[in-house]
């Protein structure tokens, strides 16, 4: 079983639809959790990370970790056609100095 | 150039050939890492090197893979009679180095094809 689980979709939603992206995970050690944007034929972009447990707003984008569960979740609202992408789930236990564990993402159509 | 930088963009080979992958990191950037991702896969951590030192090569396969950094910022993958198991987009990653700041830089990675 991987370290990380990620829903694997493909999801597809109408323009304005709220999104939810989720991941569970089993190394207790992970102590950052970040999500990662992937383009066709790109390279994953970071949207955002966060520390231990909580939740982190920047935008449309809502960052959720609950470490007692091994959960964690991205919300998108409002979404746009511009948000169709893969996208990834990463954690690690030093981040900064060592590996990060992606999950296999989930693939997003935002229809207009 | 501002970003990372991966060469070539596109490789085929045949079964048993030897292949080198090249990645230029951001300037500056002390750590770099090169991942693996398979189609419908994320990627999958091969190797991490913190300036000129491997400090973590566990995520290497097998001993067909080696990789290389030897003045600390260029570094090239080397693939020992590939597979076809091998064809993947080989990803190249670099970060500032120092703890809390572990945002990955991306290149647009190497899509190796292997027949």
């Known amino acids: 079983q991987k370290e990380v689980e990620q829903d694997p979709g493909p999801l597809s939603v109408p323009e304005g639809a709220i999104v939810s992206l989720n991941c569970t995970y089993s190394?207790?050690?992970?102590?950052?959790f970040m999500w990662y944007r992937q383009y066709s034929r790109k390279g994953p972009e970071l949207l955002m990370y966060?520390?231990s447990s909580g939740n982190k707003e920047d935008g449309r984008f809502t960052a959720q970790v609950d470490k007692s569960s091994k959960y964690i979740s991205l919300f998108i609202r409002d979404s746009q056609p511009s948000d169709s992408a893969t996208y990834l789930c990463?954690?690690?236990?030093?981040w900064g100095a060592g590996k990060s564990t992606f999950g296999d993402g989930t693939t997003l159509t935002v229809k207009p | 150039g501002a970003g990372v930088s991966q060469t070539p963009s596109n490789k085929v080979t045949e079964k048993g050939k030897y292949v080198e992958l090249r990645c230029d990191p951001i300037?500056?950037?002390?750590?770099l890492y090169w991942y693996r991702q398979s189609l419908g896969q994320g990627p999958e951590f091969l190797i991490y090197?913190?300036?000129?030192?491997?400090?973590?090569d566990s995520g290497l396969p097998n001993d067909r893979f080696f990789a290389v950094r030897p003045e600390g910022s260029v570094s090239t993958l080397k693939i020992q009679r590939t597979e076809r198991g091998d064809s993947a987009v080989y990803l190249c990653?670099?970060?500032?180095?120092?703890?809390?700041?572990?945002?990955?830089?991306f290149g647009e990675g190497s899509r190796l094809t292997v027949l």
């Open positions: 300037s500056g950037h002390t750590a």
């Open positions: 090197f913190q300036g000129t030192g491997a400090a973590d």
């Open positions: 966060t520390y």
């Open positions: 190394n207790s050690a992970f102590q950052y």
């Open positions: 990653a670099s970060s500032p180095g120092s703890l809390n700041t572990g945002e990955l830089f």
């Open positions: 990463a954690m690690s236990a030093d």
